[in-house]
């Protein structure tokens, strides 16, 4: 699957974004940078994907989605495979520790 393929309804302002976003190899870069930081236990990401969501009323807002699937293995070799869902554009304020501490306590949810 393309993964730099965007939906046709995106505004022109936001498809360099979107590009950017998109673009699995940029993503994966930034996951293995930031997601070590954010985990309690060593991990590795292994790989990354990603594809536009689709919200007639995400695009309303001028907010684009994206779901990146996420691959990780743990120190133990345990390999796990998440789903994050990206929204943009956002403010450089959007990773506030309020954010952080609600990741934080949704770790270990059934639906994880």
Do not use: N
């Amino acid at each position: 699957m393309d993964s730099h393929r965007q939906s046709l309804a995106t505004p022109a302002d936001l498809k360099p974004l979107m590009v950017r976003a998109l673009d699995a190899a940029f993503m994966l870069q930034i996951f293995r940078h930031k997601l070590p930081v954010l985990a309690d236990t060593p991990i590795r990401v292994m790989g990354c994907r990603a594809h536009a969501g689709k919200a007639r009323s995400a695009l309303q807002q001028r907010k684009l989605r994206v779901i990146y699937h996420v691959f990780v293995e743990s120190v133990e070799s345990q390999k796990r495979h998440y789903k994050l869902l990206g929204t943009l554009p956002v403010t450089p304020e959007f990773l506030s520790p309020e954010l952080l501490e609600c990741c934080r306590a949704a770790q270990g949810h059934p639906e994880q």
